[in-house]
């Protein structure tokens, strides 16, 4: 192909290609993963929980434990969670010299 404007036509062909090859490529990846997601729910596991799950271990260990930790806060803010921060132990008074 010439190049028309400046672009290089063989240039720009080579990279369409290679994009509608990873494309379908990604489509044919989709439609495996459905497979197996269908294949899990029939023998009885709960797909939203395992796509969950699946987000969960892409995510950097340090951000789901801040996460955890903000999410925690909350939830005892609103009383779903008991107060589980420990009480200071009372020291024992003093008894007055007799």
Same mark, same amino acid.
């Given at each position: 192909?010439?190049?028309?404007?400046? =672009?290089?036509? *063989?240039?720009?062909?080579? &990279?369409?290609?290679? =994009? *509608?090859?990873? +494309?379908?490529?990604?489509?044919?990846?989709? +439609?495996? =993963?459905?497979?197996?997601?269908? *294949?899990?729910?029939?023998?009885? &596991?709960?797909?939203?929980?395992?796509? @969950?799950?699946?987000? =969960?271990?892409?995510?950097? @260990? $340090?951000?789901?434990?801040?996460?955890?930790?903000?999410? $925690?806060?909350?939830?005892?803010?609103?009383?779903?969670?008991?107060?589980?921060? /420990? @009480?200071? /132990?009372?020291?024992?008074?003093?008894?007055?010299?007799?």
């Amino acid at each position: 192909m010439p190049d028309v404007g400046g =672009i290089a036509g *063989e240039r720009l062909k080579s &990279f369409i290609e290679r =994009i *509608e090859r990873l +494309e379908e490529e990604k489509r044919t990846l989709a +439609e495996d =993963i459905k497979e197996i997601y269908a *294949e899990a729910k029939g023998t009885g &596991f709960d797909t939203k929980i395992m796509r @969950q799950l699946i987000r =969960i271990r892409k995510r950097d @260990q $340090d951000e789901l434990d801040e996460e955890e930790s903000l999410l $925690d806060v909350y939830k005892r803010a609103l009383g779903m969670l008991p107060d589980a921060a /420990p @009480q200071a /132990p009372q020291a024992p008074q003093a008894q007055a010299a007799e």
